[in-house]
């Protein structure tokens, strides 16, 4: 579904990505990790096209997308779950999710993917009023992947859902990207939660200064004993 | 609920409509003027607001719209005979020379002029932020000012334009300020306002859910242009008299004064500040000359005023920090829950 070919992105004089190869095959869930600053990040504004690349080819169904614009790419039904959730502080939970869909026309459509966010996320059906800043942690990373939702994904890149939650919620998480797996959307997953990260995947790569230096299943990349020395800290 | 809200929100035009009957019968020709000032004042805060508070780009420019819009009606309302005595030093450019517009497409015509220029600045200024797209603007607004000084024969340069004919009145002034609220409201009820308010609470969020940044942004500050240059008409019309001294920044400061009171970004925020501003300033103004306080006489020390507003607006800084309705707006239910919430406190 996602080819990215040999993708190398520059930030001034920084070469943050030196040029890498994934292919994240369709409905499946592909697992990216790394340690900080390896790059992961960096290759998914790339493939939203937030960042320009300065050599490689990004294939989305076959089409070239490399230099498409970002809202062009959303339209084509990829879309991010940003860093650190990024939801609208001072706009309510409703808009949030309205602003999800903005790039879609049809309401009746709208319509029905809002009661499915709200079935997937009930504590944001309850908060529909509030404002999105004054939500906890866990709630705005909710609302944060019910946003990207809202613009009926086919492929989903989610940047370290996990970050800065307690254990219980970020179990939580990880079984809703697997049920949003299992209604079909393709997902591309940045983690630092390595072993959550493997567990759940199909497939992994591991990044290293902008460079991919192991791939394989998940449960491969688990009983990989670099992966556990440098990811699993055993 | 929803029925009950239309109601009252239709008792409400209503009221608003007999009330502006009523002053338009007693008020006399400075009072009217104080409040015609007041409905120009709504126009251009609610279109700084636009930009400033909605799409959270600091702009500086507004003055300079206004120039643009002011200078604009005038010279195609303005009748042959009139242009001429204006323009004694230097003829006026041969094609503005005869022309008489009517009000209504003049007025039209400067918005979008004002628009356009906005357009154009927008491009360029637009890709910067914060305090350099601030700086940028406000360059701009004075670069529009110089121009007028300086182009003689098209504007008459420092010795400005006089004779306007008096068109507005309440009706123009009133009737534009209640279109720029409903356009308002519309435009934020729907999904491009809540797109603007996106990119002002995270840009990079906007982005990434495929709004087009830049492309919103030029339309807000086009926009916002094209009120401020009616607002600018309109005021030229009511003073009768306008120069490019007139369009200095602070004029903008002035306009900004009432947004950030208002509270930056809210629609019913601007439009009570820009009613207490307008009327404040007039009241005030007693503070500038003499007062006799029968027992001695206070010599008026000119500028006291600004000082005494610049002193409010700390004062609502420091105790609404987001201003008077920060980003809330006026509704029939929040009113509703406030009174009921005042009554159950009432009987203890
Ligand atoms: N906007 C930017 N300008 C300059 N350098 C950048 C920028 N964004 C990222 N970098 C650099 O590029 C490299 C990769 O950053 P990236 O954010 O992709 O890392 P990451 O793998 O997501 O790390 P983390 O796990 O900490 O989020 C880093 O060295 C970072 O400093
Ligand atoms: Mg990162």
Redesign the interface.
Known sequence: MLKVENLTVHYGGIQALQGITLHVPHKRIISLIGANGAGKSTTLRTI?G?VKSSNGKILYDGKDITTE???N???TGV??V?EGR??????TVM?NL???A??RKDREAIERDKKRVFKLFPRLMEREWQKAGTLSGGEQQMLAVG?ALM?DPKLLLMDEPSLGLAPLIVRDIFMIIREISENGVTILLVEQNAKAALEIADYGFVLETGRVTLEGTGKELLENNDVKRAYLGD | MKRKNSVLSFAGVVFCLLLLLLFNKTFDSYKMRIFNLCAIYITLGLSLNLVNGFTGLFSLGHAGFMAVGAYTCALLTLSPANKEMNFFLQPILPFLANTEWPFFPALLVSGLCAAIIGFLIAAPVLRLKDDYLAIATLGFSEIIRVIFTNTQRLTNGALGLKGLPNYTNVWWSWGVAALTIVFMIRLMRGSYGKALKSIREDEIAAEAMGIDVFRHKVISFTISSFFAGIGGALLGHLLGTIDPLMFRFLLTFNILLIVVLGGIGSITGTVIAAIVVTVLMEVLRVLDSSIDFGLFVMKGIPGLRMVIFSALLMAVILFYQRGLMGTNEFSWDSLGKRLRRIKKRGPK
């Open positions: 939203m937030l614009k970002t809202k790419i959303v339209e879309v991010m940003p990024r939801v609208f502080p001072n706009l808009e309205i602003l999800g903005y790039a946003r613009s």
